[in-house]
């Protein structure tokens, strides 16, 4: 049991938030912790995002010290699947706590390639992916089948920019939106030989698109290239068996709402930037679970009485939405834990008030 206020929620629980049939008065707790579960077992972002002993260990320190309701198997969540494909990946040694990244300008796609025969990763022994697989394999045998688990994947979008860089990627939207059609495609392939892999390991899945988020990608372009694509992926999902598809993209998203509401994914992302009227009105429609994230910068630099204020607050916002979830945007290497927990305890509260 988690050194935290309560248990966790279970898995019927979950899954009744994320339907939108729960009755449950205490908001699920999902705060968004990556390279920061490092912190816990005193180790780095780079050291636990390659070895399966430590990310397991990271993984169940993180629910130790934390006792959220979900857990993320992921660290530098957008790099895997590109690498499994060709792209570098910087990593720092010794104590450097630096976020893994792909090197910067080492894309292995250009514009206009014939993505017909292009590699496809085997998640059992291609790059890093066995070792989140094996991580959440073992985790789910640690916690057992109650748990919610789930494997970080990129999104489509997010992945094609890896694989062909950003500037490129966006002005072939304009120039040859056929062939971005082509490579989103692509990333789509990749993307689900990795879930293959959570999947046969007992986890869920999570999906992160936040390079097409409206601070970078027009609404329209969200429309035209990224929602067919996002949608084909939820539906094969839920065709493996995975029928609740979190989607995270960061930012404001508040004017792409009722796009992302239509991709099927049934957990979606108000970051803490974008408007929680409008967000809980499109997810109240559509029938949707809604995440409202917190600042990362108040999580770091508040004392916990103005973090707990703030989530009280919010999660009071929330608690007449069925589907609402009490969230993080992706918490700092090194945030104190009592950040966390006071964050946990807002949302008991909030269900007395």
């Given amino acids: 049991m988690p050194a935290t206020s309560h248990a966790p929620a279970t898995r019927t629980e979950v899954e009744a938030v994320l339907r939108c049939t729960s009755t449950r008065s205490v908001p699920l707790f999902m705060p968004a912790i990556y390279e920061h579960k490092a912190w816990f077992i005193d180790s780095t972002p780079s050291a636990i995002s390659r070895s399966a002993d430590l990310l397991t260990c990271a993984l169940l320190a993180e629910y130790e010290a934390v006792g959220p309701d979900a857990l993320v198997v992921g660290v530098d969540v957008y790099n895997l699947e590109a690498e499994t494909v060709g792209c570098k990946v910087t990593f720092y040694e010794g104590d450097d706590t630096s976020i893994p990244g792909i090197r910067p300008g080492d894309h292995v796609i250009r514009v206009g390639d014939d993505l017909s025969r292009a590699p496809l990763p085997n998640p059992t022994k291609d790059g890093r992916m066995p070792v989140n697989i094996e991580a959440a394999r073992r985790v789910r045998a640690a916690l057992g089948q109650d748990f919610w688990i789930r494997g970080a994947l990129s999104g489509p979008f997010s992945l094609a920019i890896s694989l062909v860089g950003a500037e490129a990627l966006f002005l072939a939207c304009l120039d040859r939106p056929e062939w971005v059609h082509s490579v989103l495609k692509y990333a789509d392939r990749i993307i689900r030989e990795f879930a293959k892999g959570y999947i046969d390991a007992g986890a869920e899945l999570i999906l992160f698109d936040s390079q097409a988020s409206p601070e970078l990608l027009s609404p329209d372009m ?102 609402f979830i009490m969230g993080t945007a992706v918490i700092p290497f090194g945030t104190p834990t009592a950040s966390l927990h006071a964050v946990k305890r807002a949302c008991r509260d909030a269900a007395k008030s």
């Fill in 222 to 323: 969200y429309e035209e290239f990224v929602l067919p694509v996002t949608r084909d992926f939820v539906a094969w999902a839920g065709r493996r068996g995975v029928r609740d598809v979190p989607l995270i993209i960061g930012g404001n998203t508040t004017p792409i709402a009722e796009t992302i509401a239509r991709t099927g994914a049934n957990n979606l992302l108000c970051d803490f930037t974008g408007d929680f009227d409008e967000w809980s009105a499109v997810c109240t429609s559509a029938g949707r679970a809604m995440r409202r994230n917190l600042s990362p910068r108040l999580l770091e630099k508040g004392a916990p009485d103005e973090i707990y204020e703030t989530a009280l607050r919010e999660s009071r916002r929330g608690r007449d939405m069925p589907g």
